[in-house]
Structure formats: structure tokens, C-alpha cells
């Protein structure tokens, strides 16, 4: 009994001991810059869905990255965009969200620079958030991504010290998330930047989300890929069940989910003729499953019709796209 109290006050101080750098950072920018690749890339496994199509990401996923006297909470988070529809404001308003609450702020940027001269209307896409960045206490720095497209390499050190007088950022760095290029680099210097802190999570944990949103997920990437025209901007997925027989002799988890589209013109598009897309779609979420999960996947689609759900308050609140600040 005592060994028992002794391991447990062992853990217990473990878990309270203060490390050099803990904090939460948030990854900003518009579409497509590569803010999920960058996060999968970190994290050395895929937390964030990826698609070429613009406004993938729509809700905050962390990945709690843990070093030697450090824990980094990162928070990818929806592309910055102007629209009228409530999904998308409630997507921007869920990324000034999280920059406003994060101990640091990671502005990603896929700007390359044409000649050692920064244009004069460069504004990195991110004019709409320059009020909010201005107000924040929290330091700043930005990843220039996709660097390896960049053939003139000299051009980098001019372009970025304008960048850096331009916009303030506390430190500038030329990455490829895809490619890992300065990838270390960066994250030596978020850590540094960060405070001291007791860890926000327990040892171990790499991510808050759950495998019911990954499973949606993962099953909206496929829908995007495979998908055409306003189909992808105007769907969202659903988890109906989600049935976990790992335990058993025969392992299985039984997925039923629900394609959610907004005329009946896109669910005949998601179908296919006689059914050759929704098949094509659950066969590619199903075999991406199985290896996230390490089971077989039992993955049962259903697409359904609710009318103009991106403008609905109510049906956005039900799909999990819900915040105050979005009337």
C-alpha cells in the first residue's frame, strides 16, 4: 500500500512539474497556404484532412507536440476569407478566436517574392486580421511556406526584412511544411518564445480531438477529393454511429455517417450513376480508416438533403459549426 501512495505523489509532482516553455499556438492564414500540412508535419502524423480545394479546415484541431522542457499546443485553424455565408464567417470568427486566446501567433504565408523590392499592396492576405494582430500582447512570427517553388533563393533575406518592418513580426522564417525544409528551425523558435508553464495536457496526449471527428473527417477530405464545382463548399458529414468491436476476437468498428448536401442536384452528384461516387468515397475513407484505426471498418453512407444548412443557425449548431459571435 505505501509503494502505491509513493507512485502515486510520483505521478502526481510529475504532472505539476513546471517546464521551461508551455503554450498554445495558433496557425493562421488564408486558404491553401498549408497551415494542415504543416500541422500533420509537426505532429509526424495526420491530425488535420488536406485537399487542393480552399476552406478544407473548418473547425480548430490541436496537436500537443512535447520536447524536453516544453509542450506546444498547436491550433490549426479555418483560412481567412471574406463571405456572407454564416459556415464561412463562423469558420473566420473560429480562427480569431483562437488567435486571440494563444500564447503565440504562427502567421503562414505562401508569398514568394519576384524581385528584392516587396510590393507595396503585399498584405500577406491577411488585411482583415491586422486589427486584431495589432491589439495582441502575444508575439507574432511568420512561416513563409512553399520556399522550395523558390528559384532565386537570394531574393528570401531583402523580401523578409521588409516583411518584418512592414507587419512587426517578432521573427520570420522560410519553411516547406510539405518537404520538412526549416521545419526545425521554426519550431526552435516558437518554443523559445514561449513562457514558462505548468503542461495543459498529460503526458503523452498528442491531440484534444476524438476518432468519431476524425472519422467524419477523414470522410469529408474524400467527399472534397472526389467532388466537383460548389459540392464540396456545400456538404458536411456526419457520424450517425460509431461501433467499436476492437476488443473482440474479431476486431471491427462499424461506422454509419451521413453525407449532409444543400439541393438534391448534389446528392445526385455524390451518388453517381448507380451509385459509382458514394462507393468510390467510402472505399477510399474506408481503407484510410482502417490504418488510422488498425482495424477492419465497416463504413456505411447515407447522403441526405437539408436545404441552405450554411446559412441555418440551428442546423449549423447540430453539425458542430456554432459560435456566439455568428448571429
Given at each position: 500500500m505505501?509503494d502505491?501512495?509513493?507512485?502515486?505523489?510520483n505521478a502526481e509532482?510529475?504532472a505539476?512539474k513546471?517546464?521551461?516553455?508551455?503554450?498554445t499556438v495558433a496557425i493562421?492564414?488564408?486558404?491553401n497556404?498549408g497551415?494542415?500540412t504543416?500541422?500533420?508535419?509537426?505532429m509526424g502524423?495526420?491530425?488535420s484532412?488536406t485537399?487542393?480545394?480552399?476552406?478544407?479546415?473548418?473547425?480548430?484541431?490541436?496537436g500537443i507536440?512535447e520536447?524536453?522542457?516544453?509542450?506546444?499546443?498547436?491550433?490549426?485553424?479555418?483560412?481567412i476569407h471574406?463571405?456572407d455565408?454564416?459556415?464561412?464567417?463562423?469558420?473566420v470568427?473560429?480562427?480569431?478566436?483562437a488567435?486571440e486566446?494563444?500564447?503565440l501567433v504562427?502567421?503562414?504565408?505562401?508569398?514568394l517574392?519576384k524581385s528584392?523590392e516587396?510590393p507595396p499592396?503585399?498584405?500577406?492576405?491577411?488585411k482583415?486580421?491586422?486589427?486584431?494582430l495589432?491589439k495582441?500582447?502575444?508575439?507574432?512570427?511568420?512561416a513563409?511556406?512553399?520556399?522550395?517553388r523558390?528559384?532565386?533563393?537570394?531574393?528570401?533575406?531583402p523580401?523578409?526584412?521588409?516583411l518584418a518592418?512592414r507587419f512587426?513580426?517578432k521573427?520570420?522564417?522560410?519553411?516547406?511544411?510539405?518537404?520538412?525544409?526549416?521545419?526545425?528551425?521554426l519550431?526552435?523558435g516558437?518554443?523559445?518564445?514561449l513562457?514558462?508553464?505548468?503542461p495543459?495536457?498529460?503526458a503523452g496526449t498528442y491531440?484534444?480531438i476524438?476518432?468519431?471527428?476524425?472519422?467524419a473527417e477523414?470522410i469529408?477530405?474524400k467527399?472534397m477529393?472526389?467532388?466537383?464545382q460548389?459540392?464540396?463548399?456545400?456538404?458536411?458529414?456526419?457520424?450517425?454511429s460509431?461501433?467499436?468491436?476492437r476488443?473482440?476476437?474479431k476486431p471491427?468498428v462499424?461506422?454509419a455517417?451521413?453525407?449532409?448536401?444543400?439541393?438534391d442536384?448534389?446528392?445526385?452528384?455524390?451518388?453517381?450513376?448507380g451509385g459509382?461516387?458514394i462507393?468510390a468515397?467510402?472505399t477510399?475513407a474506408?481503407?484510410?480508416?482502417?490504418?488510422?484505426?488498425?482495424?477492419?471498418?465497416?463504413l456505411d453512407l447515407?447522403?441526405?438533403?437539408?436545404?441552405?444548412?450554411?446559412q441555418?443557425?440551428?442546423?449549423l449548431?447540430?453539425l458542430g459549426y456554432?459560435s456566439?459571435?455568428v448571429?
Amino acid at each position: 500500500m505505501a509503494d502505491l501512495e509513493q507512485e502515486n505523489e510520483n505521478a502526481e509532482s510529475t504532472a505539476l512539474k513546471q517546464l521551461k516553455h508551455v503554450g498554445t499556438v495558433a496557425i493562421i492564414g488564408v486558404p491553401n497556404v498549408g497551415k494542415s500540412t504543416l500541422l500533420n508535419n509537426i505532429m509526424g502524423m495526420k491530425l488535420s484532412i488536406t485537399c487542393k480545394k480552399p476552406q478544407t479546415t473548418r473547425n480548430q484541431v490541436r496537436g500537443i507536440l512535447e520536447r524536453p522542457g516544453a509542450q506546444v499546443v498547436f491550433i490549426d485553424t479555418p483560412g481567412i476569407h471574406a463571405s456572407d455565408k454564416k459556415l464561412n464567417r463562423y469558420m473566420v470568427q473560429n480562427a480569431v478566436m483562437a488567435m486571440e486566446e494563444a500564447d503565440l501567433v504562427l502567421v503562414l504565408s505562401d508569398f514568394l517574392p519576384k524581385s528584392a523590392e516587396l510590393p507595396p499592396d503585399c498584405d500577406l492576405g491577411i488585411k482583415p486580421l491586422l486589427s486584431h494582430l495589432a491589439k495582441l500582447s502575444s508575439p507574432v512570427i511568420l512561416a513563409l511556406n512553399k520556399v522550395d517553388r523558390l528559384e532565386d533563393k537570394r531574393l528570401l533575406l531583402p523580401v523578409m526584412n521588409a516583411l518584418a518592418k512592414r507587419f512587426n513580426f517578432k521573427d520570420i522564417y522560410p519553411i516547406s511544411a510539405l518537404k520538412s525544409d526549416g521545419v526545425e528551425a521554426l519550431l526552435e523558435g516558437i518554443i523559445a518564445n514561449l513562457p514558462a508553464g505548468y503542461p495543459l495536457f498529460a503526458a503523452g496526449t498528442y491531440t484534444d480531438i476524438t476518432e468519431r471527428f476524425l472519422a467524419a473527417e477523414i470522410i469529408r477530405e474524400k467527399l472534397m477529393s472526389h467532388t466537383q464545382q460548389e459540392v464540396p463548399y456545400s456538404s458536411a458529414v456526419t457520424i450517425d454511429s460509431f461501433e467499436d468491436k476492437r476488443e473482440q476476437e474479431k476486431p471491427l468498428v462499424h461506422i454509419a455517417a451521413s453525407i449532409i448536401v444543400e439541393r438534391d442536384s448534389q446528392k445526385a452528384i455524390v451518388i453517381g450513376k448507380g451509385g459509382s461516387m458514394i462507393r468510390a468515397i467510402g472505399t477510399a475513407a474506408r481503407r484510410e480508416l482502417e490504418e488510422m484505426l488498425e482495424s477492419r471498418v465497416y463504413l456505411d453512407l447515407m447522403v441526405k438533403v437539408a436545404e441552405k444548412w450554411t446559412q441555418d443557425s440551428s442546423m449549423l449548431a447540430r453539425l458542430g459549426y456554432f459560435s456566439p459571435e455568428v448571429p
